[in-house]
């Protein structure tokens, strides 16, 4: 299966949405996103992928290409308004963003648009008109959201938790969910789909195995491979979780007390990280979350053997890397392996994260990351072709 391009799918969503703005971007076949009157290469579909990547990095400020490097969460969560204001025009993301995780979902109970779907969709295709109408370059935003039970939406289909989805023992009926997935998620407007957990778990002290398949790692492989097969057939990308060695926690403890697995790598290898290796190898997967732990007293989300060495080199990743919550401030506050904050954005960065992702205001990893940049300690760009290849 190729790897699924999105602006094509983005731009559908846009003309269905509403009307057109009086100066009107939408020509014949392309879309005059950055509103200069004239097919940049970036714009013209029959350029190639990577020419219209350079194009479009050529003419960003260090601005815009910071924004690409951060989730917003939804209203209710981060986001104070669920669609675009007059404010927006001065809040961080009038330079865009990478991706928006949750948009009216229902997480939030007082989400005015999680339903009807007709009207949750008509909102999404609203928020999506301000990032490629009132942006200066028109890059539109990625929609994501959570799946390992069923899209995460208050009126999608509910399934069994994964360790119940795992007692089956199924493939076709673990396919049967991720078509499921896939297609409600394509129905109601999200590109990526954080799913599935491929988390071996072997400790049943840990509090999350309810969110794993069991124990055995080719039961986790082989369940995982056809969710990701059945979410991918719908032309929606899915993000495997949680990379790496996260399900095997010292003493079974999680989150905030969370210490290093204490797993040899050999058994690191043929049982925790397998799942990965072959979902990867064996499927379009083009997203990954990395974990919040560590692994050798080397936090993963700023480990550059996790991120590059094994994701891109050995297991040939073409996709991005998106952050679980908190992994990257934890590189400073927990695992203490960074100064200041400021230096973990620098690690993970270097260490080949592409998107943060967390429950608070993206200004709090963009910030520091410009003063980075501005410092010439460094730089974003191949992080920021690594994500538009899937953009």
Known sequence: MKPIKFFPFIILAILLGGSTPSSSIYKKGWI???????????E?????????????????????????????????????????????????????LGNIDEASNGVYKDAQYKFPYDKHVWALNEIQKFFVEETRLGIPVEFTNEGIRGLNHYQSTSMPAQIGMGCTWNK????????????????????????????????QRWGRIVECFGEDPFLVAELGLQVSKGIQSQGVVNTLKHFAI??????????????????A???????????????????????????Y?????????????????????????????VSDSDAVAWIHS??????????????????GLNVRTTFNHPKNFVEPLRELIEEGASSNDIRLKESFEIK
């Open 293 to 321: 732990n560590d692994y050798d007293d080397v936090p993963v989300t700023g480990s550059y053997y996790f991120l590059f060495d094994l994701l891109r080199k050995t297991y040939d990743f073409k996709g991005y890397v």
């Open 172 to 203: 076709d009926l673990l396919h049967q969910v991720g078509v499921c997935i896939g297609k409600e998620g394509y129905a109601l407007g999200y590109h990526n789909i954080y799913s599935p957990a491929l988390d071996v778990a072997r400790d």
């Open 265 to 291: 790598p050999r058994e690191m290898h043929m049982v925790y990280l397998y799942p990965f290796k072959r979902n990867i190898m064996e499927t379009s997967t083009l997203g990954i979350m990395s974990s």
């Open 44 to 96: 013209d579909s029959s350029q190639t992928i990577e020419k219209r990547i350079d194009d479009l990095l050529s003419q960003m400020t260090m601005e815009e290409k910071t924004c690409q490097m951060v989730t917003l969460y939804g209203y209710g969560r981060v986001a104070k308004e669920e669609l675009p204001g007059a404010n927006w025009k001065n809040e961080l993301w009038k330079d865009g």
């Open 246 to 263: 996260y399900s095997a926690p010292k003493g079974g403890r999680d989150g905030h007390v969370r210490l290093d697995p204490h797993i």
């Open 32 to 42: 005059d996103f950055n509103k200069n009157g004239r097919k940049d290469i970036y």
């Open 334 to 351: 927990k695992h203490r392996v960074a100064e200041t904050y400021k230096d973990t954005v620098r690690q993970s960065v270097e260490a």
